[in-house]
């Protein structure tokens, strides 16, 4: 295909996208507005299921089948980094050597990294009441381990760090979310349906149905995978190096 045929086509194809999005732009309430349609249902569902959180209630409830592909995405982006940047044979694994940290540096990351990894648990297990969730809370507490790197050095971190073990938690939250989502066609519901526990409590951590199953089989995806991730590109720039025949070869070449 030519130049000029790629260009026409990127033209058509935004000419199209833009005209779509004029039309749905034309279609929105009005701007300023007390109140909206699809916020207004969104709350009274929450409500209606007892959860107090209603951003939860529309990731892990009225959209919980979307929230599977947002998971998805993520898996297969932390496989697709393991994958690519695996030990290639034109590398060795060298030991890794502690670097100079200022002592503030590493004393207020020591400090600091129990207080991150509570918080980060705590925004899980509260998804379903106060703001944040599985993801935000997965993230959280990922990166808060990864302080250890600046409390102590890479050694420290890689023994709280298993990859295998973390890799094993990955891929079972996120068979965890799937089960659950074939026990509610199991039990007659559709997919994913808030069907399956009673509703509970308002405002306590047992309310919400399946939001709080589901929410937490989310923070325990995402803190896995954000550390399998991290620990693949520190393994890059810390541990493999390239044999030095092949890249004095490379810069002679």
Known sequence: MSRRARLWLVALG????????????????????????????????????????????VNFDLRAYD??????ILFASVLGCVVLLRQARDEHR????????ARPVRRYALVVLPVAVLTGLYVIAHGQLSPGGGFQGGVVTATALHLLYLGADYR?????????????GDALAACAYL?????????????????????????????GGLVPLLNAAIGM?????????????????VEIMEEPENRQGKENG
Do not use: K, W
């Open 14 to 57: 935004g000419a199209g996208l833009a005209a779509l999005l004029v039309a749905a732009c034309l279609d929105l309430p009005s701007f300023g507005g007390r109140s909206h349609p699809y916020g207004d249902r969104a709350v009274h569902a929450a409500l209606s299921r007892h959860t107090a959180n209603t951003i939860a209630s």
């Open 67 to 72: 929230t599977l592909g947002e998971m998805s």
């Open 94 to 101: 060298a030991a890794p050597q502690p670097a100079d940290v």
């Open 156 to 168: 420290a971190l890689e023994r709280i760090r298993p990859i295998g073990l973390y890799e094993a």
């Open 179 to 207: 089960v659950t989502g074939v026990a509610c066609v199991l039990a007659g519901a559709a997919f994913l349906a808030n069907t399956l526990l009673p509703y509970g409590t308002f405002n306590t951590l047992s309310s």
């Open 221 to 237: 995806e995402v803190a896995c995978a954000v550390v399998v991730l991290l620990a693949r590109f520190l393994d890059q720039a």
